[in-house]
């Protein structure tokens, strides 16, 4: 259960990086909720849409990786 849990928040985390590479102003955008510090995060990567679609593909690679590593049956 525990392997299919960790492929799922992965996949998710696949999922995510490639709407912030496609899209990285408006799924930024998105997300301006919340209390003010996080809304200054969030501010920061509309205003810097480059910085926001670099944090996506990273976010494809750490998840791509993560899955990699997962043993290939649950356990």
Excluded: N
Aim: aromatic share 6%.
């Amino acid at each position: 259960m525990q392997v299919r849990i960790a492929e799922s928040i992965a996949l998710v985390t696949i999922g995510d990086g490639v709407v912030a590479a496609l899209f990285p102003a408006r799924h930024a955008a998105r997300w301006m909720i919340g209390p003010d510090p996080v809304r200054r995060v969030v501010a920061m990567f509309v205003e810097h849409p480059g910085l926001m679609r670099a944090v996506g593909v990273l976010q494809v690679v750490a998840g791509i990786a993560w899955v990699a590593a997962l043993p290939p049956k649950p356990r």
